[in-house]
């Protein structure tokens, strides 16, 4: 039944010269600002290296052990969710513009700095300072796309901003594991630079937005927003049912890897070629479905698919062996990605009014980071206690869980 309903939105024979077509026309109507902000966000994605190279730097650089190494990485998580919250609120305050390149200056100052200390508890407070002020730019972004664009074409924005993230962190990435090969050093210079260019590039390239009007026809609620998102039931619902999947959909970065390595023996060096299929399907690929799909469907049905994609990407391990495996898992898991993220957020812009749409946004990037948190550990504890098995069967029902939820919040929102 899924499969018939989306080929009504793609008529065949299908050719190359049409995806083209479709693929520009999905980037048709979207505000200047919106393009320089997705541009600001790939400069600093494009430095995004500390991050991913953190542990590898504690135990090889600093000789830290791997529980202490991990004590910090909790200090990470700590840090960013107390910056997406600080952030919310205070972009509804002072505004998201100063929030963006307050952060964007003050959290590359920091990594300068966070290069140069070297003992535990020095280091815990320094990437606790860094991720605070770093994260709080997440929910000010997402605001500001929010200002930039309408109802109609919010998501596609968000789409874009998306885009920005994976192609930046496919190029960081890269480039990261090519500095950290030379020296850890490094990376906190091109880390910290890129954050404070991304900074000047938004003073620069963007006004105070203060005293314009938002983008016209963007508040087309069918409700009446509260003020706080902490008070908003329906909302809570649909965070909790987000953290969910969320958990579920950070597997794999976390403990598929690790399955690939010792049940399909895969090497790292494979393990990274298959990462890379699922930025560059974003790249390619979400765009056109996001504006096919929008256009004829709700929301959080929408939303519902990505739920039932990501449970297949679970369930096919258990169904069937071999790397071809593999491979269907990552494609379904990004499809189910592409399905429900870019909603998600337009749902979280959607409930929320001008005034109080930071500590929405700061909620739904708090769902995140508490998935960032709890994946690895709720995944590491099931395999350990039980089998990956039993890991890949509760991720599904964490998906169909929340898929049920969105079904009946549909009704509700």
């Not at 964007?104 to 815990?124: D, N, P, R």
């Not at 597997?251 to 890379?276: C, N, R």
Request: aromatic share 16%; net charge positive.
């Amino acid at each position: 039944m899924f499969s018939l309903q989306l080929s009504e939105y793609f008529s065949y024979p299908f050719s190359v010269i049409q995806a083209f077509s479709l693929y520009r026309q999905s980037f048709n109507g979207l505000s200047r600002s919106v393009w320089l902000l997705s541009l600001v966000m790939f400069i600093n994605r494009c430095g995004t290296m500390v991050l991913p190279f953190l542990t590898l730097y504690l135990t090889q650089k600093l000789h830290f052990s791997v529980a202490d190494a991990g004590i910090v990485m909790g200090v990470y998580g700590s840090g960013a969710l107390l910056g997406t919250f600080l952030g919310g609120k205070l972009s509804d305050r002072i505004g998201f513009y100063r929030i963006q390149v307050a952060a964007l200056l003050l959290a590359g100052v920091f990594l300068l700095i966070l290069m140069h200390l070297t003992s535990f508890w020095a280091i815990c407070a320094g990437v606790f300072c860094f991720t605070t002020l770093g994260d709080s730019f997440r929910p000010a972004n997402a605001a500001a796309i929010a200002f930039f664009s309408t109802a109609e074409n919010r998501t596609r924005a968000y789409s874009l901003n998306r885009l920005a993230i994976n192609l930046g962190w496919s190029i960081g990435g890269g480039l990261g594991g090519f500095l950290a090969a030379i020296d850890y050093e490094w990376l906190f210079w091109a880390d910290g630079i890129t954050c404070i260019l991304a900074g000047i590039a938004l003073s620069i390239l963007i006004k105070d937005p203060h005293s314009q009007k938002p983008a016209k026809n963007q508040e087309n609620l069918h409700h009446e927003p509260l003020a706080s998102p902490y008070r908003d039931r329906k909302y809570l619902r649909f965070a909790f049912f987000t953290t969910l999947f969320a958990i579920s959909f950070f597997q794999l970065f976390s403990m598929e890897p690790l399955y690939f390595k010792q049940v399909h023996h895969i090497s790292e060096a494979g393990i990274g070629a298959m990462m890379t299929i699922n930025g560059l399907m974003i790249a390619c690929m979400e765009m056109i479905l996001v504006t096919q799909l929008e256009k004829r469907l709700h929301k959080l049905s929408i939303i519902g698919y990505g739920m039932i994609l990501t449970t297949a990407s679970f369930l096919v391990f258990n169904i069937w062996e071999g790397v071809w495996v593999v491979w269907l898992s990552i494609i379904l898991n990004t499809l189910g990605e592409m399905f429900a993220m870019p909603f998600m957020q337009s749902v979280a812009v959607e409930r929320s009014n001008e005034q109080n749409r930071g500590q929405y946004l700061a909620l739904y990037s708090m769902c995140y980071s508490i998935a960032q948190i709890s994946a690895p550990t709720i995944g590491s504890q099931i395999v350990q206690h039980f089998s990956f098995t039993i890991l890949w069967y509760v991720m599904a029902g964490f998906c169909m869980t929340s898929y049920v939820g969105f079904r009946f919040l549909k009704r509700r929102f």
